[in-house]
């Protein structure tokens, strides 16, 4: 396993220092940021988007969606086993909360059947705050 894709472990007080309030409330607290704040709602730059957290790549920027919901919204993964999947009975409903796979970290959730016209009728609905993006013309 490469240092890419190898699990990242940290302490909570590592977390923290690394993220600063905001990032570690939504990445390590499973917060949400209010919609139509985050810094990539609207952007249509190419490339690849990363988790804050560990840099592990998530999403390309050829599956981001305008889904009019106030979070950056994906249709896939850009890789499977990119995120992993686990039920959130939170706020007195059942959803599926999306994490990263390789750290652990809170993204959002992702949303099946909506309507929306996409090739996976997913929304991958996700807090800015959780990426990073790296801007490259050349990704595909």
Not at 102 to 112: A, E, K, M
Request: aromatic share 10%; hydrophobic share 30%.
């Amino acid at each position: 396993m490469d240092d890419a894709t190898a699990p990242v472990e940290r302490t909570e007080e590592e977390w923290r220092a690394q993220l600063g309030p905001e990032a570690y409330a939504v990445l390590r607290q499973g917060a949400t940021e209010r919609a139509w704040t985050g810094e990539y709602v609207s952007t249509t730059t190419t490339g690849v988007y990363r988790c804050r957290a560990c840099g592990a790549e998530l999403f390309r920027s050829t599956t981001k969606f305008e889904s009019h919901c106030g979070w950056p919204s994906f249709y896939d993964p850009s890789d499977t086993s990119a995120v992993t999947l686990h039920e959130d009975g939170s706020l007195g409903m059942i959803r599926t909360e999306v994490r990263c796979a390789r750290c652990g970290s809170h993204l959002g959730h992702v949303f099946r059947g909506e309507g929306y016209p996409t090739p996976t009728d997913d929304r991958y609905c996700i807090n800015s705050i959780a990426l990073t993006l790296e801007a490259d013309d050349s990704v595909e």
